[in-house]
């Protein structure tokens, strides 16, 4: 008899989740398409993961984590604000499920954002970034920081929040046009430095 993979079964539920969570969103979402897509029992999840809003906050905590240590950031006094800006658009274009999740957060959760505390920590080192860069000279200060932050973000991630606004402003996303894109990208984060 061979033994059951425990933490291969919790990947495959998890990767299928992920695509069903950023298709759906958390209240679209079925444990039996989630079940059906990773080919397990759905008592498979509720076991590991309790219930489908603590899968979806799960997986959703997950791919912060992921951005955070893939994309880092010290700070803009000493890192070029348009050369991250450009690594989060290539994180975003790479894995657009997580601009999707945190839409489907914003539209089913409102207020009540899963681990709150710990994420707004993560905010909060992205304004000391631009914060530091503001006080060296390299960032202007006729933005607030947390703004500077804030713009960056949306600036890199929106292309994969409204891809349909995208394609209908700018064409379809072939390789040119992404590279356009990153170049814009890049040049509008690199406007907030100072003159």
Aim: proline residues 3%.
């Amino acid at each position: 008899m061979m033994a059951w993979d425990t933490e291969s079964t919790k990947q495959k539920i998890k990767n299928a989740a992920l695509v069903e969570f950023a298709a759906y969103g958390p209240d679209g979402t079925t444990v039996e398409r989630i079940a059906k897509r990773a080919k397990v029992n759905k008592e498979r999840i509720y076991n590991y993961f309790g219930n489908k809003q603590e899968l979806f906050r799960g997986i959703l905590r997950e791919e912060l984590e992921q951005i955070a240590q893939t994309v880092g950031l010290t700070s803009f006094a000493s890192e070029d604000i348009g050369d991250y800006a450009g690594r989060m658009y290539d994180y975003h274009r790479e894995r657009p499920e997580l601009t999707r999740l945190l839409h489907w957060e914003g539209l089913a959760f409102g207020k009540d954002v899963p681990n709150e505390e710990a994420r707004r920590a993560r905010y909060e080192e992205k304004t000391a970034a631009a914060t530091d860069g503001q006080r060296q000279g390299v960032l202007t200060n006729s933005i607030d920081a947390d703004h500077i932050a804030f713009l960056v973000l949306a600036l890199a991630g929106w292309w994969f929040a409204a891809p349909q606004v995208a394609r209908m402003l700018t064409g379809e996303p072939t390789e040119e046009e992404h590279a356009r894109r990153r170049a814009s990208v890049i040049e509008a984060a690199r406007r907030f430095a100072r003159a």
